[in-house]
């Protein structure tokens, strides 16, 4: 069974980190790209980041670009999202899942909530 556990969400102030952890069991990790998204109340769900599976190139979309790093443990198959300088707006469910080739696997998790106070 397929299974991505995003996890290390929390209350956080204006300005403050977090650390978000993706756990993946059930797929050839290695062979992966993961990738992190989120959804806010009454929003569509937007991916933020994505880091490969081979050489680990990343992406990151403009609204976190240079806040926030991804990164990847193939020998924990878990993938980090570092998150600085938190604002407001980053409050939302974060989610992570897996690409294979240009396909994103229809496996989501119950994600983790992130709360921003200004």
């Known amino acids: 069974e397929v299974q991505l556990q995003a996890c290390g969400g929390g209350l956080v102030q204006r300005g403050g980190s977090l650390r978000l952890s993706c756990e993946v069991s059930?797929?050839?990790?290695?062979?992966?790209?993961i990738g992190w998204f989120r959804q806010a109340p009454g929003k569509e769900r937007e991916g933020i980041s994505c880091?490969?599976?081979?050489?680990?190139?990343?992406y990151y979309a403009n609204s976190v670009k240079d806040r926030f790093t991804i990164s990847r443990d193939n020998a924990k198959k878990t993938v980090y999202l570092q998150m600085n300088d938190l604002k407001s707006e980053d409050t939302a469910v974060y989610f992570c899942?897996?690409?294979?080739?240009?396909?994103?696997?229809?496996?989501w998790g119950q994600g983790t909530q992130v709360t921003v106070s200004s």
């Open positions: 899942t897996a690409k294979y080739g240009n396909i994103w696997l229809d496996y």
């Open positions: 059930g797929l050839i990790f290695e062979d992966h790209a």
């Open positions: 880091v490969s599976s081979s050489v680990g190139s990343t």
